[in-house]
Structures are given as C-alpha cells and as structure tokens.
C-alpha cells in the first residue's frame, strides 16, 4: 500500500517483540504532518517528496514498572547506538538522498540488552533534477543550445561573407567598368584636344555622364548595405524622394502613393536593393525619354503581394521594336531575381505602364 505524499520517498516497517514490550511507538511526523503508528506499521511503503526528508519518531513506555535504558540507531546516518534521554521524540532533519534503517531496542535493568527490536527501512531517493534521465535531458538541452548559438554564428559569418561578395562584385561591375569607360574617354578627350577641340567637348560631357551614373551607383550601394536603412519606411521613403527629385525638373506632375501596410513588410539587403533600382529605371526612363506631363506611381499590399506600378501619358513606343538596351534589359532581370512577374505595356500616343508583382512571403 502506498500514501500519496509526493514522490519516491520510501518507508518499510516492521514490528519484532522483545523483552522489551513496555515500550511502544506513537508517532510518525514528516514536517509537522503526522501519520497514524499503528498504519505505518501494517505497510509496506510510504511515498514522500524528496524534500520532506525531516521526521520525528515518538515513542513512549508501556510499564513503569519495568525500568530499563532505550538505545537507537539511524543506520546510514548514525555509527553508534545512540542512548534516548528522557524526551519521548527522536528527530532526524535534513537527511541526504539514500538508504537507512530505524532500530530502537532497550536494555531492561535485570534481563540485560535486548537483541529484539522495533525497525524501520526508510529510502530517500535523489530529487528530480539529480536524476539520471533529468541530467541527460540537461545535457542534451546544453548540448541543443551550443548547438544552436553555432548555428546563428555561421549564419552571420555567411551573411557577412556574403555581402562582401556582393559588394566587390557590384564595385566591379558598376564601378570598375565605369571607371574604364572614364579613363578611355579621358585619353581619347586627350588626344584630340588640339585638332577637334568640339569632339573634345563631347567625350568630357560623356565622362560627366559616366561619373553622375557611378555616384549613384555607389551610393545606392552604400545606402543598400547601411544597417540603419533596414527597414521598409526608409526604402518608401528613399523611393518618394528619388521620383521628387529626378521628376520635378522636367515639370512632370506626380501622383505617388503607398500602401500604409507596406510598412510592415521586412525585406532582406538585396531585395531591397534590386526593388529600388527597378523603380529607379523605370522613374529614369519615364523622365529621360517619354515627354510626359503626369505620372502615377502606386505601390499597394494585397493577397501577401506587393503590385507596383509606374504609369505615365507620355509618348509610349512599340515594346516588341524597342531597343532592350540596358535599362530594360537590367529591369527583367532585377524582376527575375525578386521571383516576381513583370510587364510593361505601352502604345505610341498613349504613354507606358510598368507593373511588378512580387509575392512576399
């Protein structure tokens, strides 16, 4: 039979006369919670928490008649047999995880010392968190989160790897070949500064074209990379003012407007990044070469897709004749890499509409 008083403290009984029988046990307390002697002694066990490991022992003498001397003995805890003063309780407290064993036997004055006696087997198991299973589970958790710590540190490593090879191959690509194209048009400005000094004229105008265009490009770099621009309000917001700025000196009237639940879209650098330079070719297109008077960008959040448009009343051209060139060339491609679909749609005399459609996951 088991008493529910938590976990895997163990108590065992016995009762064994001896010559002793003016004695008798009267008590059992764990913690101030007292248990019925005659109960215990009818058990097998007594299931206890491993904190209730303080109990007291009473006891009492049957016969007065019979004086004799009472020893215990607490084995597993006490070396020798303990002789009981005149107190009629024997206390144990804060007893470590193990096995013991409880005697108390007496010693009558005429017939000597008892070998018969009263006994318990009390058990104290280890608490839960010194437990075999608990201690694997620990280590194995430690073992999870080291893990886990490693993980995120490869990740950063990789993600900083990878973005210094980003940005050496966009300095190489956008920056080297522009520096190329400068320094060949500054050696040919060169040579004909004394026998066509109009020609001369024109390869300095097209190195100023090429070294606007290699600002830019490194600024868009620069402002890609920042960490201070991770976030969708600052891409918005960069987005507004580049359109402000390259529109309003052609007297192009703007109709601009996003979303407020764009605002809570995250984008990774290179998203980012490609998103902006395709809105910044189809703004620069639209200025450079549509002659329009209005323009309508529109940037909305529906579905978990984000549509784009850039609509303007310009001149429009024929798409199947057109000169891909790089502009739209690179266009298809930053659509491509954002897993987007892309169209753009236009008609002489009617203006030109781009349209991009990415999914946001």
Same mark, same amino acid.
């Given at each position: 039979?088991?008493?529910?008083?938590?976990? @895997?403290?163990?108590?065992?009984?016995?009762?064994?006369?001896?010559?002793?029988?003016?004695?008798?046990?009267?008590?059992?307390?764990?913690?101030?919670?007292?248990?019925?002697?005659?109960?215990?002694?009818?058990?097998?066990?007594?299931?206890?928490?491993?904190?209730?490991?303080?109990?007291?022992?009473?006891?009492?003498?049957?016969?007065?008649?019979?004086?004799?001397?009472?020893?215990?003995?607490?084995?597993?805890?006490?070396? =020798?047999?303990? @002789?009981?003063?005149?107190?009629?309780?024997?206390?144990?407290?804060?007893?470590?995880?193990?096995?013991?064993?409880?005697?108390?036997?007496?010693?009558?004055?005429?017939? %000597?010392?008892?070998?018969?006696?009263?006994?318990?087997?009390?058990?104290?198991?280890?608490?839960?968190?010194?437990?075999?299973?608990?201690?694997?589970?620990?280590?194995?958790?430690?073992? #999870?989160?080291?893990?886990?710590? +490693?993980?995120?540190?490869?990740?950063?490593?990789?993600?900083?790897?990878?973005?210094?090879?980003?940005?050496?191959?966009?300095? +190489?690509?956008?920056?080297?070949?522009?520096?190329?194209?400068?320094?060949?048009?500054?050696?040919?400005?060169?040579?004909?500064?004394?026998?066509?000094?109009?020609?001369?004229?024109?390869?300095?105008?097209?190195?100023?074209?090429?070294?606007?265009?290699?600002?830019?490009?490194?600024?868009?770099?620069?402002?890609?990379?920042?960490?201070?621009?991770?976030?969708?309000?600052?891409?918005?917001?960069?987005? @507004?003012?580049?359109?402000?700025?390259?529109?309003?000196?052609? =007297?192009?009237?703007?109709?601009?407007?996003?979303?407020?639940?764009? =605002?809570?879209? +995250?984008?990774?650098?290179?998203?980012?990044?490609?998103?902006?330079?395709?809105?910044?070719?189809?703004?620069?297109?639209?200025?450079?070469?549509?002659?329009?008077?209005?323009?309508?960008? +529109?940037?909305?959040?529906?579905?978990?897709?984000?549509?784009?448009?850039?609509?303007?009343? %310009?001149?429009?051209?024929?798409?199947?004749?057109?000169?891909? #060139?790089?502009?739209?060339?690179?266009?298809?491609?930053?659509?491509?890499?954002?897993?987007?679909?892309?169209?753009?749609?236009?008609?002489? #005399?009617? #203006?030109?509409?781009?349209?991009?459609?990415?999914?946001?996951?």
């Amino acid at each position: 039979m088991v008493i529910p008083l938590g976990t @895997r403290t163990i108590v065992s009984a016995q009762s064994l006369p001896g010559s002793c029988d003016g004695m008798k046990l009267t008590a059992f307390k764990i913690i101030n919670a007292e248990f019925p002697i005659d109960s215990l002694l009818k058990l097998k066990t007594i299931e206890l928490s491993n904190h209730q490991n303080s109990f007291s022992i009473g006891y009492k003498v049957m016969d007065s008649l019979q004086p004799a001397y009472y020893y215990y003995k607490l084995e597993g805890s006490d070396k =020798n047999w303990i @002789r009981a003063t005149n107190s009629s309780v024997i206390n144990y407290t804060l007893l470590t995880p193990g096995t013991y064993h409880f005697k108390i036997k007496c010693q009558n004055r005429t017939a %000597g010392v008892s070998r018969e006696y009263i006994a318990f087997r009390i058990d104290i198991n280890l608490p839960f968190w010194l437990n075999g299973w608990f201690i694997i589970l620990s280590f194995l958790a430690f073992v #999870g989160i080291i893990y886990y710590l +490693h993980s995120l540190t490869i990740k950063r490593l990789m993600a900083v790897e990878s973005v210094r090879q980003k940005v050496s191959r966009d300095l +190489h690509d956008d920056i080297g070949s522009t520096l190329s194209t400068i320094n060949i048009l500054s050696l040919m400005a060169k040579s004909k500064l004394q026998e066509n000094p109009s020609k001369t004229i024109e390869y300095l105008d097209k190195i100023s074209d090429n070294s606007s265009r290699m600002m830019e490009a490194m600024d868009d770099i620069v402002w890609s990379i920042n960490p201070v621009n991770d976030n969708m309000q600052k891409l918005l917001a960069r987005m @507004r003012s580049f359109a402000t700025e390259v529109l309003e000196p052609k =007297n192009i009237d703007l109709d601009l407007h996003f979303d407020e639940a764009l =605002n809570d879209i +995250h984008l990774d650098m290179e998203t980012r990044r490609d998103l902006f330079l395709l809105f910044k070719e189809a703004v620069n297109n639209t200025a450079k070469y549509s002659d329009a008077t209005h323009i309508v960008i +529109h940037m909305r959040l529906k579905n978990k897709i984000m549509k784009l448009t850039v609509q303007d009343n %310009g001149c429009g051209f024929e798409v199947e004749k057109a000169d891909s #060139g790089n502009g739209l060339n690179n266009m298809q491609k930053r659509a491509e890499k954002l897993k987007s679909k892309y169209a753009i749609t236009s008609e002489k #005399g009617k #203006g030109t509409t781009v349209i991009l459609e990415m999914p946001i996951t």
